[in-house]
């Protein structure tokens, strides 16, 4: 068989039956619990058979995981060991370790070290806040860039026209407070530009605010810390110590990922 019809090392079309199980694992990934066959289907559309031998192929494998009746299915625990594998060995997760101990010291509030992929930033570690009401954002979450204070600083290390590329003219509303607009968003980027934070006001979720500052160890930055306050304990002045903290933050963690 040529390296062609295999999507070999000639750049040929990708495998087909790689390319749904990837898709599988994604849908699973983003729809915790237990999914019916139909379900399933219905969602990535392959022909039933094909996708029922695929499943099975994957529960005997620990990818995928059934209830005790056999006719419902969701991630399984290798997915979980291969996730781990990733933060475990990434050297930027590991110099991050100290910044985000001093960050949570600094501030007493939850704060998190976040990537841009596509769209989103996935949450990579995260430090609890000291206090008794406080967020918690899973290792692993995926949050919309556009209405977080790590994914509106990472898309102002890129250009404008890149951003317009990146994300739909309408973007997802998740409270009354999320910026829907792309333009809309593009203007409040330059802000970010200029002063060296983005700000979630209660964009993405009611109650919590949240500052964010890309890590530029690399052009555009993908990497980007964040610290998340409850509205109703924000000061002015706890306000300008997480600003200060961030920003200090920032310049550690780059300064320990430029030797990667």
């Not at 991630?75 to 050297?91: F, H, N, P, Q």
């Not at 002063?195 to 964010?212: K, P, S």
Request: glycine letters at 8%; one cysteine or more; a neutral charge.
């Amino acid at each position: 068989m040529s390296a062609a019809q295999t999507g070999g090392e000639t750049g040929g079309a990708p495998v087909k039956s790689a390319v749904r199980t990837v898709e599988l694992l994604e849908f699973f990934a983003g729809r915790p619990g237990m999914h019916s066959l139909t379900a399933v289907q219905d969602a990535v559309g392959y022909p039933k058979s094909s996708l029922y031998m695929l499943l099975r192929t994957l529960v005997e494998l620990g990818w995928v995981e059934t209830d005790a009746t056999g006719t419902r299915y969701g991630i399984g625990v290798r997915a979980l060991l291969v996730g781990t594998s990733y933060i475990d060995g990434d050297e930027v997760v590991a110099a991050a370790r100290p910044t985000l101990d001093r960050l949570s010291d600094d501030t007493t509030e939850s704060v998190h070290l976040a990537r841009l992929d596509g769209t989103d930033v996935v949450c990579l570690a995260t430090r609890r806040s000291q206090h008794h009401l406080r967020p918690f954002t899973r290792v692993g979450r995926r949050l919309p860039a556009h209405s977080t204070a790590l994914g509106k600083a990472l898309l102002a290390t890129r250009t404008d026209e890149q951003v317009r590329a990146l994300l739909p003219e309408k973007l997802r509303r998740l409270t009354e407070h999320t910026v829907t607009d792309r333009e809309r968003l593009i203007e409040e980027l330059s802000l970010v530009r200029e002063q060296g934070y983005a700000v979630d006001r209660e964009e993405n979720t009611l109650g919590l605010r949240c500052f964010g500052v890309a890590v530029p160890y690399r052009t555009p930055a993908r990497d980007a810390l964040s610290c998340s306050v409850p509205a109703a304990r924000l000061t002015p002045a706890h306000e300008q110590l997480v600003k200060d903290a961030l920003l200090d933050a920032r310049d550690r963690l780059t300064t320990a990922a430029r030797r990667f």
